[in-house]
């Protein structure tokens, strides 16, 4: 990382982000999607409530059960997105493989943020007039027989705001019991990826991600995140005792906001998943959780909770490593 060890003045915060989009081209003006390796670094207090002026957000989390047809599952996540915005939603999130979630030989073939799935979900963001974290689709990858699993982030307009490319991949190997290697069809993404929404610094991530800490702690500090997203596929047998335990703990240790999406119910054979999707504040405590079924919950992020947390447990500004 380029790097300055002293903590930066907002001025100087604020020209990071309005960085250049991935093409070189024009600043983003609505949201900024930023690459951690291209902030600076900063001291350990990580996050800047000067340069944020939001209060509160009101976000949705939608649980749904993708199966093997892209069109039945794309009709039942606008079902939902049009209800959560109903509901008075700023922001929506889904959850993982929202396109779908069926057997390898019947998946439609992958295709870029700007093919079907894409625009399906930005026009949907732009006739509602809200913010959309698209769960993750099925993304053309760098060769034939691999994809990326990635998040696309719009903001009011339709606009792409951010994408973020799972970066952990399951890989595991038991003799006589499981083999599974997600990376022999899925590439592993390279960048965190935090976007700010309307003032709410959103840190991306999906599903396996959970279990490595050390990502959401960068998305907390040198990212500045007050809300952590994970939309997510989680299978039932690891859900029922790893999902909420893991959520919460992501909540607490960084001090943010949790939002999770996840997959519920059968899927392929042999695939089933937990469901429950929830909010979480920075203290642990599930704000809303959604029960088993495709569903969703609406809950007020109120940003004051977060800046008092901060302040009267100041975890993050203790740190020494």
Known sequence: MPGASARRSPPE?????GLPDASGGETRAAATAVLLDEFPATAHCGWPPSTRTLAAMRVAVCQLNSRDDREANLAAAETLIERAAGAGADLVLLPEYVDYLGPGAGMPAPESAAGRVGGFFAAAARRLGIWLIAGSFHEAGPDPDRTWNTTLVFDRSGTLAASYRKIHLYDVEIPGRVSYRESATVAPGEQPVVVDVEGLRVGLSICYDLRFPELYRQLATVGAAHLLVVPAAFM?????DHWEVLLRARAIENQCFVAAAGQTGD???????????????????VLSQVPDGPGLAVTDIDLSCLDRIRAELPSLANRRL
């Not at 039932?236 to 029922?240: D, E, L």
């Open 13 to 17: 915060l604020d020209r990071w982000l």
């Open 236 to 240: 039932m047998h690891t859900g029922r």
């Open 267 to 285: 899927h392929e054979p042999g695939r089933t998943c937990y469901g429950r999707s929830m909010v979480i504040d920075p203290w642990g405590t």
